[in-house]
């Protein structure tokens, strides 16, 4: 298979899915430390599976299907363990600076993106990845289908709960 | 179609599901379309702005790495522990000068009574009985 024959040179593999894998675990976990030791965890546990990878479907819904899966049991464990240290990441990291826009309109800008950032951390877990790799993963509905375990009917309905609930709080925050 | 989107119809359409009649409508409809777009700009800034964010991601290390650390630290308290459990500690010494001293403190209290003729408080009654430098 030409999928699974991908995974054959790990150290490319893992050159281009780190940074991806990195960056949805932080949209989810929204701490820096626990995301990298989370895409650490995801190769890792990709590279023992590797022999058992049969390519239905790309190396890339499958990487994200194992991220959500440890993003599900880290947020679950996450409960058990309030003791422990994070590095938390916050709006002023988003925050996109363009210097073409008035003071007041970057202003604006960045008070909308706040509260889409907001938004989303508040979210229920399966509405929140949903739309995180819809919106910031560009994925569409099946591979997120693939990469979720949910039938597409329900990652819609996910979907459109999350868009709701987020522009409900952007609404809120004078758009 | 004659009103605005609704809610659920707005979701549907950042969605990517887009029916005849939604599409009709907002190619129409001024004011849903420059929500539409405003909204669609929005997540736009938010996916850039994720991706900003984690542009630096840290280099990835050798998963075990971490670990090595409390391992070292885990296995040097089982050795402590063991060698505690192995050889406990020792009583300590007992001092042998003041043990022989007192040894030979107490050979002469022995030797000092085998050496009388007659117990203690007998003594002055055979001071009387037998003259000096006269044995019985």
Redesign the interface.
């Known amino acids: 298979m030409e999928r699974a024959a991908e995974l054959t040179d790990f150290d490319a593999v893992v050159a281009e899915y780190w940074p991806r894998i990195y960056r949805f675990a932080l949209g989810s976990l929204r701490d820096k430390g626990a995301a990298e030791s989370l895409a650490q965890d995801c190769l890792l546990k990709a590279w023992k599976a590797r022999d058992r990878f049969r390519g239905e479907a790309s190396v890339s819904t499958w990487l994200m299907q194992i991220a959500v899966n440890l993003i599900r049991d880290r947020i679950r464990n996450r409960r058990l363990q309030f003791w422990k240290r994070t590095t938390e990441a916050s709006v002023d990291d988003l925050i996109v600076a363009d210097g073409k826009s008035s003071p007041e309109k970057a202003a604006s800008a960045r008070q909308q993106l706040a509260a889409v950032w907001n938004a989303t951390a508040s979210l229920p877990e399966r509405q929140r990845t949903v739309f995180l790799l819809r919106f910031v993963e560009d994925m569409d509905l099946l591979e997120i289908a693939a990469a979720t375990g949910l039938s597409e009917g329900t990652v819609k309905v996910h979907l459109f709960r999350a868009l709701q609930a987020v522009r409900a709080k952007v609404k809120g925050a004078g758009q | 179609m004659s009103e605005h989107l609704n809610?659920?119809q707005?979701?549907?359409w950042?969605?990517?599901?887009r029916p005849e009649e939604l599409v009709a409508h907002v190619g129409v409809c001024v004011a849903c379309r420059g929500e539409v777009a405003?909204?669609d700009a929005?997540?736009g800034?938010?996916?850039?702005?994720?991706?900003?964010?984690?542009?630096e991601?840290?280099v990835?290390?050798v998963?075990t790495a971490?670990w090595v650390p409390r391992l070292v630290l885990a296995g040097a308290l089982a050795a402590l522990l063991a060698a505690i459990t192995l050889y406990p500690p020792r009583p300590a010494p007992v001092v042998v000068a003041a043990v022989e001293v007192s040894d030979l403190v107490l050979f002469e209290q022995v030797n000092a009574q085998l050496a009388r003729r007659v117990p203690g408080a007998m003594e002055p009654l055979a001071a009387l009985t037998w003259p000096e430098g006269k044995s019985e």
């Open positions: 809610d659920r707005f979701s549907e950042m969605a990517g599901e405003r909204f929005l997540l800034s938010f996916r850039e702005g994720v991706r900003s964010m984690s542009a991601a840290p990835i290390r998963p971490r």
